[in-house]
């Protein structure tokens, strides 16, 4: 199993430019993250999704999109970039079902984003 | 609202001498507490977690936490620190669901 991996692991943008962060899980996981980690705040959630067709908005959603079309993709989208969203981005996957809250999960090895 | 408070920023001990990490919680009813753990450039891997009966919890490469509930407490500890365990620690807390709450991170230096 590969587990969870991201994409790109590096990226530049430019003020106001548009991109999507790739997630993938070999898992067969039904609970998916997606964390910004920032010096001093740790990590804030995002967006989470706990099922293909089904996502909901964390801590910190404003200016980001997610959708869920498989259990195994789950893509972080920039509307706008701003120089705010300079951040580690980090996704992550867990089992679910009816003991959800005392899962394991998973983390990618993040992607580092600089918006200029 | 969930919280985690980790109240040291840096850490530095010797190898071979003991470690504690402090992190302390808000949180109404019975928490879901974990342990992660963060290598430079890496991701984050679950060290240990408590979401009910022992108190004290034994996790991965030989770490331990006590949850206190009087105070509030979820702390690390290592009775011999090795070099390789200079990492970044991340306390959480359960928010319902998969979700997390984080507390700020306590980066650990292992000076030899």
């Known amino acids: 199993n590969a587990g969870v991996t991201q994409t790109p692991k590096f990226q530049v943008l430019k003020t106001g430019q548009s991109m999507t962060l790739q997630c993938a899980q070999d898992?067969?996981?039904?609970?998916m993250s997606w964390y910004r980690q920032d010096p001093g705040m740790g990590l804030r959630l995002i967006h989470y999704?706990?099922?293909?067709?089904?996502?909901d908005q964390g801590e910190v959603p404003n200016g980001y999109n997610v959708s869920r079309s498989t259990t195994e993709d789950f893509p972080l989208r920039l509307l706008s970039a701003a120089p705010s969203q300079t951040s580690v981005y980090f996704c992550?996957?867990?089992?679910?079902?009816?003991?959800?809250?005392?899962?394991?999960?998973?983390f990618g090895p993040g992607t580092r984003l600089t918006v200029l | 609202a969930q919280s985690v408070t980790q109240p040291d920023i840096h850490i530095t001990v010797s190898e071979g001498a003991s470690l504690e990490l402090r992190c302390n919680y808000s949180?109404?009813?019975?928490?879901?507490l974990f342990w992660y753990v963060q290598s430079p450039g890496q991701g984050l891997q679950l060290l240990l977690k408590?979401?009910?009966?022992?108190?004290l919890v034994q996790g991965i490469k030989g770490f331990e936490a006590e949850f206190k509930r009087s105070q509030s407490s979820f702390n690390l500890r290592k009775p011999s620190v090795h070099w390789s365990d200079a990492a970044e620690y991340f306390c959480?807390?359960?928010?319902?669901?998969?979700?997390?709450?984080f507390g700020a991170g306590t980066i650990l230096r292992v000076k030899s």
């Open positions: 999704s706990v099922g293909a067709g089904i996502t």
């Open positions: 959480a807390v359960g928010a319902g669901g998969n979700k997390l709450v």
């Open positions: 949180y109404g009813a019975t928490p879901y």
């Open positions: 992550a996957s867990s089992y679910g079902g009816p003991h959800a809250g005392t899962d394991t999960q998973y």
């Open positions: 408590y979401f009910s009966g022992d108190t």
């Open positions: 898992m067969n996981h039904e609970y």
